[in-house]
T-cell receptor
Framework: ETGVTQTPRHLVMGMTNKKSLKCEQH?????MYWYKQSAKKPLELMFV???????ENNSVPSRFSPECPNSSHLFLHLHTLQPEDSALYLC????????????????FGEGSRLTVL | DAKTTQPNSMESNEEEPVHLPCNHS???????IHWYRQLPSQGPEYVIH???SNVNNRMASLAIAEDRKSSTLILHRATLRDAAVYYC????????????FGKGTHLIIQP
């Protein structure tokens, strides 16, 4: 148990569906992240939220739409996805790294396995 | 972020020490060295991190070369549960920028 909970754990959707992935952290962190892990590829950082504000969007297609209503919750809204979007989507949180030595260790959830048909 | 180089895979025997190398010749003076591991069907988990000095914790030890251009993660007594992909990552710290993961080293533990 890492303190980061992702739901659903598994999702199968058609290309015309709209679905959402949810992430909740119980660690009091102020930064949250979405990563994508495709088969045989490294983890790819998709979005970063810091104090509910999006601070990074790594050229992610608009069919992925993140939402961060508060520091504890992060959503990834999915619509008109393609089969190549099938992957493990991982959420992580961290305390903002500071000059005092906290390096912002990431705590990951177990991921949501997405299959697009 | 500066790049790291790790072997694609390594194999070790159970109950023996494991030394996982990482090269980072372009590391900058403010880059921290982080190690994470990802067990099958799980998200990555933090293992250890360091800046200049060697570090020990309950999971592993981190040995950092004097010129900081390489480091070694040491598992003192590997178990089957240590079979995972191990990632060596550099970050400059500060802010909340996330970490950039490479392909890592797939560690296989033989019973």
């Amino acid at each position: 148990e890492t303190g980061v909970t992702q739901t659903p754990r598994h999702l199968v959707m058609g290309m015309t569906n709209k679905k959402s992935l949810k992430c909740e952290q119980h660690l009091g962190h102020n930064a949250m992240y979405w990563y994508k892990q495709s088969a045989k590829k490294p983890l790819e950082l998709m979005f970063v939220y810091n104090f509910k504000e999006q601070t990074e969007n790594n050229s992610v297609p608009s069919r992925f739409s993140p939402e961060c209503p508060n520091s504890s919750h992060l959503f990834l809204h999915l619509h008109t996805l393609q089969p190549e979007d099938s992957a493990l989507y991982l959420c992580a949180s961290s305390q903002e790294a500071t000059a005092a030595g906290n390096t912002g260790e990431l705590f990951f959830g177990e991921g949501s396995r997405l299959t697009v048909l | 972020d500066a790049k790291t180089t790790q072997p694609n895979s390594m194999e070790s025997n159970e109950e023996e020490p494991v030394h996982l190398p990482c090269n980072h010749s372009t590391i900058s003076g403010t880059d921290y060295i982080h190690w994470y591991r990802q067990l099958p069907s799980q998200g990555p988990e933090y293992v250890i991190h360091g800046l200049t000095s060697n570090v020990n914790n309950r999971m592993a030890s981190l040995a950092i070369a004097e010129d900081r251009k390489s480091s070694t993660l040491i598992l003192h007594r590997a178990t089957l549960r240590d079979a995972a992909v191990y990632y060596c990552i550099l970050s400059s710290g500060g802010g909340a920028d996330g970490l950039t993961f490479g392909k890592g080293t797939h560690l296989i533990i033989q019973p």
